[in-house]
C-alpha cells in the first residue's frame, strides 16, 4: 500500500445575496504539506448562480474565483500574497471571510495522491472532476 499523506481542504461558495444565506459550491482549495501540493479547483455553475440571483455577473464572480487560483499557484502577478509559502498562502486562502465568496471550515483526510483527492472531492462537492 502506498504511503498515506494527510491533506487539508476548504470548500470556495458563492454567496449571491448574503442576507439570503444561499450558498453554492464553487471551488475546492487541497493543500498536501508532505506532497507540496496546493491546487485550487474551480467549477462555477451558472446556471445555479443565475437562479438564486438572476442578475449575477457571472464574469465577475469567475473573475473572484481565478483570483483564488492565482494565489495557490504562486503566480507572480496576483500581488504579495501569492508570494508567500504554499502554507501561508493555504492558509490565507482558507481564512474566514464575510465577503461574496466565503470558505467552509478547513477540512483533513489522508490519501496516496493529492490530485486524486482534489478530483474526488471535485466529483462529490462540485459535481465535477478535475480530470480531463
Same mark, same amino acid.
Given at each position: 500500500m502506498p504511503d498515506l499523506s494527510s491533506y487539508d481542504y476548504a470548500v470556495l461558495r458563492l454567496v449571491p445575496r448574503v442576507?439570503?444565506?444561499?450558498? *453554492?459550491?464553487?471551488?475546492?482549495?487541497l493543500y498536501c504539506?508532505?506532497?507540496?501540493f496546493l491546487c485550487v479547483f474551480i467549477h462555477l455553475d451558472e446556471a445555479r448562480l443565475k437562479a438564486l440571483w438572476p442578475d449575477a455577473?457571472?464574469?465577475?464572480?469567475?473573475?473572484?474565483?481565478?483570483?483564488?487560483?492565482?494565489?495557490a499557484s504562486g503566480d507572480p502577478g496576483a500581488g504579495? *500574497?501569492?508570494?508567500?509559502?504554499q502554507s501561508e498562502r493555504f492558509y490565507w486562502l482558507a481564512a474566514t471571510r464575510s465577503t461574496i465568496i466565503q470558505v467552509s471550515p478547513v477540512h483533513s483526510g489522508l490519501c496516496s495522491s493529492?490530485?486524486?483527492?482534489l478530483d474526488g472531492l471535485c466529483r462529490r462537492l462540485l459535481a465535477a472532476t478535475t480530470i480531463a
Open positions: 442576507e439570503r444565506e444561499e450558498f *453554492i459550491n464553487a471551488g475546492v482549495i504539506r508532505q506532497r507540496r455577473d457571472v464574469d465577475d464572480f469567475r473573475c473572484r474565483l481565478e483570483a483564488f487560483q492565482r494565489i504579495p *500574497i501569492a508570494q508567500l509559502t493529492p490530485e486524486m483527492a
